[in-house]
């Protein structure tokens, strides 16, 4: 049981995603009581209180001097992969819903946790990974609503006031976000020492979101093919091996140390599940419906655990062949 527990708690949020995905769907009406409530906020709150509480921004500095390979980083994370990405699945033979749930997660900055780790794991350039996350997230606020307001608009069905999810973002991102990283200044040691127990918090109110869109979603989730849901896992595939090319070819050209390719491939070929679900719940609804939204969350989620698959292959053959 022990052992058991203990890969629960390692493999908590794909086992968790892959929960509330049944469960929504097999029985959503607590759900659905709980979307009726502003408790999507409250955990998207949390969240990011969790993650400015945990975020270590000591090594920064260190970082500052490879600039070349910070702004190959942060252009290619915020407009590049984001242009390429939203193309890629606006192509994709499947449901308006799914296209549209990829287009929104290629618009998304970098992981908050995992590509740090996966970094670390590959012995690349841990602290150029870690600005790049800090860097994007906190750019991405204002970034997102303009770029996602164009894709989205590309698909016609979706008009979207990028200033008005501007300053939703502000408030449910950055406000969290810079009271963590005050309280961290106090309770750093704390958090430090409870950083598992934290990470808990920080996943059970993510895979809350999912759980809501899913339990509002659950009449048309039913009817979903399984041919499609593949196809919609190999068009996220597809995208993110696109982007590992992309900036592979970009560090080998720009002629980057291996420690810093390691970490900028790595870091600008994933994307944040945290803020792709943030974003989706702040788009009101005469924008998307409820219902929608539930589709359009599954391709975020897919592509989230597609990327992280082949990213930990990556790291693991990266630190065998160092």
Sequence with gaps: MTGLAAFLRRQMLPVGLIAVALIGLLWPSPGRMMAEL??????VSIIFLCSGLLLRTDEIRAALSAWPATLWGILA???LTPVLGAAVALMAPLDDSFRLGLALFCCMPTTLSSGIALTQQARGNTALALLLTVTTNLLGVFTIPFVLAIVLGAVGAVDLSAQGLLVKLCLTILVPLMAGRLLRLRLGDWADARRSSITVVSNLALISVPWMKFSQSSDRLAAVAAGELLILIAAGLVIHVLYLI????????????????KAVILMASQKTLPVALTVLALIPDEALSPQTK?????????????????????????????
Excluded at 298 to 322: E, M, N, Y
Aim: proline share 6%.
């Design 246 to 261: 992309l900036n592979g070819t970009a560090t080998r050209l720009f002629g980057f140390a291996l420690p810093l390719r």
């Design 294 to 322: 539930g589709l359009v969350a599954i391709p975020c989620i897919t592509s989230h655990l597609g990327q992280i698959f082949v990213d930990a292959f990556l790291a693991t053959r990266w630190a065998k062949d160092a």
């Design 77 to 79: 994370i915020l407009f």
């Design 38 to 43: 502003p408790t999507q906020y409250v955990a």
